[in-house]
Structure formats: structure tokens, C-alpha cells
């Protein structure tokens, strides 16, 4: 680990109340060699006034977006930007615990993989307080994923993916928002990366803490397991 370099991409909207906190946790975490880099899209409750006045002295970059566009053109833009051996994407909550990179990221850097998703579902994982809705239609999700990626992983939409960078930086990158989760994973699965899972702990947050995702989301998911499918 101390002689690998990890990208943090960390896709921020409207998260003027958490992104200090997250920040600090980011800065905590035990990776020697770092690189913060911040896309904010286009947030208009006061988190980029944070950003530029707290924030951006800890951080290695912060990138703007001139209009929302979501979080998979967020990630797209902080890829470009990426320039570790590594790069793992932390959303701007605390839903994911960033002490736990090394483990999501020894894989890539030891050799063993070329992609390690963080699975909330995996044996030796730690779920707090979760809706059962939210657990069965991520399930749902993740095995109709499988069923066209050959894949067997257990968290298809886990924010925890951690990628070589040569790999992400490779990948053509299309959707805007959620859809990004499984799009990227039939684009991994279609180029035949080393995919490992490692278990992690998740904290969710409900829609009045701030959380984005919704039902639509669900919906934009199917279609892009089938959109993808075999590209």
C-alpha cells in the first residue's frame, strides 16, 4: 500500500451538510499516498462555498459542473482527472466507511484483480438499519445483472468499486446517473477483468437525511442491465 498511489472520486450534489465530515473521514483513512479529487455537479445549496472556502486546501482537485447532470457524468469527469495506480469512488455521504479502502483496494494493488466491488451483502459484511425493500430490489438487481454478465457477485449497485486505472480510464462511459452501477458492470464483465468482492459495512441514509436515489432509478436500472447486455 505504501508504495501505491489511490484516486478517491468523490461525486458531490447538494451535500453541504455532510461533505466536511466526509472529507475529514477521507483524510483518516489509512492510505499513505492519496488523491482527492471532488466533482461537484452543479450544487446549489451552499456546498460549493464549503468547498472553495474549507475544503479545497485538503483536497488534491475540485471540479465543477456548469449544469447537474448526474452522478455517472460526475464519476466520468473525476476518471479523466484520476491519476493513481488505483481509483475507488466514494459518494459525498457517510453511507460508506472510508476506513476500509485497504481492503478494497489490496486486490488491484497486490496483483490479484483488476476490479474489487465492496459488497454489502457478502459474507462478513456489516448492514445497519436497512429497509427490506431496498435490500430485496438491490438483490433483484444484481442477479439479473449476473444473469447477463456471467458475473457472480453478490452487490451489483454497491458504491464501493475499486478499479485499475488503466481499466476505468479505458471505459466509454454513457449514462448520466444511476445507471452508471450497471453499465460499468457488463463493460467490466465484457472485457473479461479479475472481478473480486471483499464484504464492507454500509450505514444507509433515508430520503429525508438527503438520499438521491429513487424508484425511477430502479426502473433505469432493468433497462440498463438489458441495454448493455453483450456490449
Same mark, same amino acid.
Given at each position: ?7 478517491i ?12 465530515? &466526509?472529507? !475529514? *473521514?477521507? $483524510? ?12 461537484? @455537479?452543479?450544487? /446549489? ?5 464549503i468547498?472553495e472556502?474549507?475544503?479545497?486546501p485538503l ?19 473525476g476518471?479523466?482527472?484520476?491519476t493513481?495506480?488505483?481509483v ?18 489490496q ?9 474489487v466491488?465492496?459488497s454489502?451483502f ?13 435490500? &430485496?430490489? !438491490? *438483490?433483484? $438487481? ?12 453478490? @452487490?451489483m449497485? /454497491?458504491?464501493?468499486k475499486a ?8 471505459i ?18 465484457k ?41
Amino acid at each position: 500500500m505504501d508504495r501505491k498511489k489511490l484516486s478517491i472520486i468523490v461525486p458531490c450534489y447538494n451535500e453541504r451538510e455532510h461533505i466536511q465530515n &466526509l472529507v !475529514n *473521514k477521507v $483524510l483518516e483513512a489509512p492510505v499513505s499516498d492519496k488523491e482527492i479529487i471532488i466533482v461537484d @455537479d452543479c450544487s /446549489t445549496d451552499g456546498t460549493q462555498e464549503i468547498l472553495e472556502r474549507d475544503i479545497r486546501p485538503l483536497v488534491s482537485q475540485i471540479l465543477y459542473h456548469e449544469k447537474n447532470a448526474g452522478k455517472g457524468a460526475a464519476l466520468r469527469t473525476g476518471f479523466r482527472a484520476a491519476t493513481g495506480d488505483a481509483v475507488i469512488i466514494q459518494d459525498a455521504d457517510l453511507e460508506y466507511d472510508p476506513m476500509e479502502y485497504p481492503k478494497v483496494v489490496q486486490p488491484i494493488f497486490d496483483g490479484d484483480a483488476d476490479v474489487v466491488y465492496g459488497s454489502r451483502f457478502a459474507r462478513g459484511s456489516h448492514y445497519e438499519n436497512a429497509y427490506w425493500q431496498n435490500i &430485496l430490489a !438491490n *438483490k433483484g $438487481l444484481t442477479f439479473l445483472s449476473n444473469c447477463f454478465t456471467g458475473l457472480h457477485i453478490t @452487490d451489483m449497485e /454497491t458504491c464501493y468499486k475499486a478499479f485499475r486505472r488503466d481499466i476505468i480510464q479505458s471505459i466509454d462511459i454513457q449514462e448520466e446517473r444511476f445507471g452508471f452501477e450497471p453499465e460499468i458492470t457488463a463493460k467490466i464483465a465484457k472485457k473479461k477483468c479479475r472481478v473480486k468482492e471483499v464484504p464492507i459495512s454500509y450505514y444507509p441514509r433515508k430520503k429525508e437525511d438527503g438520499k438521491k436515489i429513487g424508484y425511477k432509478d430502479g426502473f433505469r436500472a432493468l433497462y440498463c442491465i438489458w441495454r448493455y447486455r453483450g456490449r
